[in-house]
């Protein structure tokens, strides 16, 4: 795939998840789709901004946007899930990781793997918390909600696409360095995964931002038909 259709791709799917916010957004009255709201819009500032760098190479390197982006993502969404889950110790731990990862990451950026590098520890720890944080919400919506159509819930398909995205991400970090050993073909079929876990993370966010339009549509129809 040439980057010109990956980022043509990567956008669409992007802008089209921020306009199905903007189209429910009243109906949408939580707080952790605020949060959601403003994921999307963070990654499409940065994704623009390296995109803009990719395409024109007005710099030697956009790398140095996943050092500021990363932990604006983590805090993100850790707080989608701080008004989400009704777990006290969660949210106690939540209030002490967003300020420990941050110092972490900057620590990590101005030692171990500096700005003019791919942050890839960074990544992966904000990768496992995310991973920890969707199952947590799993297991919560599993023994203590009761039986409902969660399918309707704009959180549940936020937390199925946030958990793909993450747990492929962990393994196309190992499985990278295995291609980097065997594979001459690595970085083409790498890349190609990477940009498809975007392509899922997005359009199954903009699903779940779009359920309540979908959801008043079906009831409108039903009452309809009585």
């Not at 969660?150 to 995205?165: A, D, K, M, R």
């Not at 079929?189 to 940009?195: D, F, G, K, M, T």
Request: charged fraction near 10%; aromatic fraction near 16%; include cysteine.
């Amino acid at each position: 795939m040439s980057k010109g259709l990956d980022v043509a791709i990567h956008f669409l799917l992007l802008a089209s998840a921020i306009l199905c916010w903007l189209l429910n957004r009243r109906k949408l009255n939580f707080r952790y789709v605020y949060y959601c709201a403003l994921f999307l819009i963070v990654n499409f500032v940065f994704d623009g901004i390296a995109a803009f760098i990719l395409l024109t190479g007005y710099l030697d390197s956009n790398l140095f946007l996943n050092h500021i982006l990363t932990p604006i993502q983590l805090v993100l969404i850790l707080m989608i899930y701080y008004h989400v889950l009704n777990n006290q110790t969660y949210k106690r731990i939540v209030l002490w990781l967003i300020p420990l990862f941050v110092i972490m990451s900057i620590c990590l950026s101005f030692t171990i793997q500096p700005f003019t590098e791919m942050n890839t520890y960074s990544i992966l720890i904000k990768h496992v918390i995310v991973i920890i944080s969707t199952l947590t919400y799993f297991f919560e919506l599993m023994s203590t909600t009761p039986y409902s159509k969660v399918y309707l819930q704009p959180i549940f398909w936020i937390s199925v696409g946030l958990l793909f995205h993450s747990s492929l991400n962990v393994l196309l970090e190992g499985f990278s360095n295995y291609l980097n050993t065997y594979s001459e073909t690595k970085d083409s079929l790498i890349y190609l995964l990477y940009s498809l876990s975007n392509y899922c993370l997005f359009f199954l966010i903009g699903t779940g931002l779009v359920i309540p339009s979908a959801k008043s549509v079906i009831h409108g129809a039903a009452s309809h038909s009585k």
